[in-house]
């Protein structure tokens, strides 16, 4: 029988208040919120009349990320001037696609391209050989990229709309083309392809909030089908210019008071956030062989759409995310009653709330009449809405829940929305931290809902225990410095050792050592 179980052995990710998935998950464990009110001040400084941010009921809030001006052009083989002209999200989607690749052991030798098998990739990052295969067990080795990013802000209300709007249009060719390039979401993941060497399936996709996680359900579509023999999955989404506001109208689903409440009963509506994250995936069997640390496991997943069983295009529908649930949960082999925590979708919203609790409701009874054994919860309260990127924030947070066992709390939620039913559903909704809420292996749902009617449904499981002679060879083997890397020494082992570390250049070397002892000490 094959076995269609696929690896996520790599993650990265910049998110508000967290640039490693470790940061991340102490942000997630503590409870930890990002989403802010901005001040009049900073609306002023922002450039926004004072007329407008005075106006009664106006609200201004979001999770903003830091530091998204900051790009290290020559690494990925660009000039200052093309970097300037690429949209920030493309800039973070090609950082966090080589920090996966780097987390997995993928990255080459840190020129900023993966590389192409045994041989040489050659292109505007230089010429580097692969870094884990090196023509070695593996031979060549196809990774794909399939990827997502935003709205195009940055080109349409941002820096280039006020700076370099006429020379686009003025006839300047070059400068018309490095504008398109950088900023129509068709090129990113061809320019991840082409920055990072990489020879398998490159492809946009598109399907507004659940962009990301449809993109790992066809990611792992394609290496089941042989397309790829690893593939990695990432996604962008900035709100530029990040201090904004707006003044509530009827019908919207940004909250008036600045705040994420998902299934609370003082829910109003939603926030955007700002963030990148990527993944590597690898099919199971090859990665437990090849010695891989094997972050979790997707057993299956599921997209759907509503089509028209629903209020309005724009509305969520029920029959629709409950078939992806249940269409996840057929791919993976396993029954609902399995499942110990669900990732939601957790917007806030008046009406999206109760919808997806009851569609996930419904695809559980179809399983099993048990209450309250599954917990649920979302990245929304905490760093905002990510658009594009929200699956993907939602995947890597169930990763680290499966690893350590542990059920986080749910941000910014006192009481549960009276609609929900919580008291005879499947599921429970955490104030604070809980221990697993299930015996046996560990396994967990992430759900994503996009704006249109595509749903999207993945079912994970704990990673399997490292056999033996594995975790022997991989202790034994020299190993490039990972930042994600677990330890070859025990604790107890007090002898001097000697890490060789590289980077591209002199300065990023001072960098990445001082990253390196701040994560040793």
Same mark, same amino acid.
Request: hydrophobic share 45%.
């Given at each position: ?55 009664? +009921?106006? !609200? $201004?809030?979001?999770?903003?990320? #830091? =530091?998204?001006? &900051?790009?290290? *052009?020559?690494?990925? @083989?660009? /000039? ?24 997995? +052991?993928? !990255? $080459?030798?840190?020129?900023?391209? #993966? =590389?192409?098998? &045994?041989?040489? *990739?050659?292109?505007? @990052?230089? /010429? ?394």
């Amino acid at each position: 029988m094959r076995d269609d179980r696929i690896a996520v052995i790599g993650t990265a990710l910049r998110f508000p208040g967290a640039d490693t998935p470790e940061a991340y998950w102490r942000d997630i464990r503590a409870g930890a919120g990002h989403v802010r009110r901005f001040t009049r001040a900073e609306f002023a400084a922002a450039g926004i009349p004072a007329e407008r941010y005075r106006q009664p +009921g106006f !609200a $201004g809030a979001s999770a903003p990320l #830091a =530091g998204v001006d &900051g790009f290290d *052009a020559g690494f990925f @083989g660009m /000039s200052g001037r093309e970097a300037e002209l690429t949209d920030p999200q493309q800039r973070l989607f090609l950082e966090c696609c080589f920090h996966a690749l780097e987390d997995g +052991g993928y !990255a $080459g030798d840190g020129s900023g391209r #993966a =590389g192409d098998g &045994g041989g040489l *990739a050659e292109g505007g @990052g230089g /010429s580097v050989q692969q870094g884990r295969t090196g023509g070695g067990a593996h031979g060549s080795v196809r990774i794909g990229v399939y990827g997502s990013v935003g709205y195009r802000l940055y080109s349409l209300h941002s820096y280039l709309a006020e700076n370099l709007a006429a020379e686009a249009g003025s006839g300047d060719w070059m400068t018309a083309k490095q504008v398109q390039v950088g900023t129509y979401p068709d090129f990113v993941a061809a320019r991840a392809a082409f920055r990072l060497g990489l020879t398998g399936p490159a492809l946009t996709v598109s399907t507004a909030c659940s962009s990301s996680l449809v993109a790992v359900h066809l990611a792992c579509q394609a290496l089941r089908a042989g397309d790829a023999d690893l593939m990695l999955v990432g996604s962008a989404a900035l709100h530029l210019p990040q201090v904004s506001g707006h003044v509530p109208v009827k019908g919207s689903t940004l909250s008036p008071t600045g705040a994420v409440r998902a299934f609370d009963a003082a829910a109003d509506g939603t926030v955007g956030g700002n963030g990148a994250a990527a993944v590597l995936l690898k099919p199971l069997a090859r990665a437990l062989a090849d010695g891989d640390t094997v972050h979790a496991v997707i057993l299956g997943s599921a997209v759907t759409n509503d089509g028209a069983d629903k209020r309005g295009f724009a509305a969520p529908g029920a029959a629709g995310q409950r078939d992806a649930v249940l269409g996840a949960l057929r791919a993976a082999g396993v029954d609902a009653a399995s499942i110990g925590y669900v990732e939601a979708h957790g917007t806030g919203t008046l009406k999206g709330d109760p919808i997806e609790f009851a569609a996930l409701t419904e695809a559980f009874r179809a399983h099993t009449d048990r209450t309250g054994f599954c917990a649920l919860g979302s990245t929304k309260p905490a760093i905002g809405h990510l658009d594009s990127a929200a699956g993907l924030a939602g995947l890597i947070k169930a990763v680290e829940v499966l690893r350590h066992g542990v059920v986080p709390p749910l941000v910014n939620f006192a009481r549960p929305n009276p609609a929900l039913s919580v008291e005879s559903s499947p599921f429970l909704l955490p104030v604070r931290e809980r221990s697993w809420p299930l015996p046996g292996v560990r396994r967990a749902g992430v759900h994503a809902i996009g704006m249109g009617g595509t749903n999207a449904h993945v079912i994970l499981e704990q990673a399997p225990e490292a056999a033996p002679v594995a975790a022997a060879a991989a202790a034994a083997a020299p190993s490039t410095p990972s930042m994600s890397a677990p330890a070859l020494l025990s604790p107890s082992a007090r002898v001097p050792a000697l890490l060789p570390v590289s980077a591209a250049d002199g300065e990023a070397l001072r960098a990445y050592a001082g990253a390196l002892r701040d994560r040793l000490a």
